[in-house]
């Protein structure tokens, strides 16, 4: 066992509590997206077969769905091709579209009542 194993840790500081505030912030605003869009999803008696009629339901809808699709695995081909530095900023990108999410859910549940 090395008795030096740890010294490269010394310098390590703890988060200041602005950074446990925008921490606990964040953490915030994307489990309030993704219970809206649970609830969006599974509630209310929705079932995949409503999913499956939505889809269907017209040419629009479909291109909409092929759309996200493609998006997505263009997204990743980005973020899996290019350097680290850039790979971090780029991967910050699904965690601030989530956080839109909850800011949204967050509004209409503060202004509605409900999600």
Known sequence: MDPDQFDKNRDIRPDSPWQVLQALVTVTLIICGLLGIAVHLFGSGVTPYDWWYWLT???FNTGLAVLA?????????????????KRR????LPVY???AV?????????????W
Do not use: D, P
Not at 69 to 85: D, K, L, M, T, W
Not at 89 to 92: D, M, R
């Open 89 to 92: 900023y780029a991967s910050n």
């Open 69 to 85: 699709v493609v998006a997505v695995i263009g997204f990743h081909r980005y973020n899996s091709h290019i350097s680290n530095q």
């Open 97 to 99: 579209l989530m956080m």
């Open 102 to 114: 909850g800011v949204y859910f967050l509004y209409r549940l503060l202004t509605t009542g409900h």
């Open 57 to 59: 339901a017209s040419a």
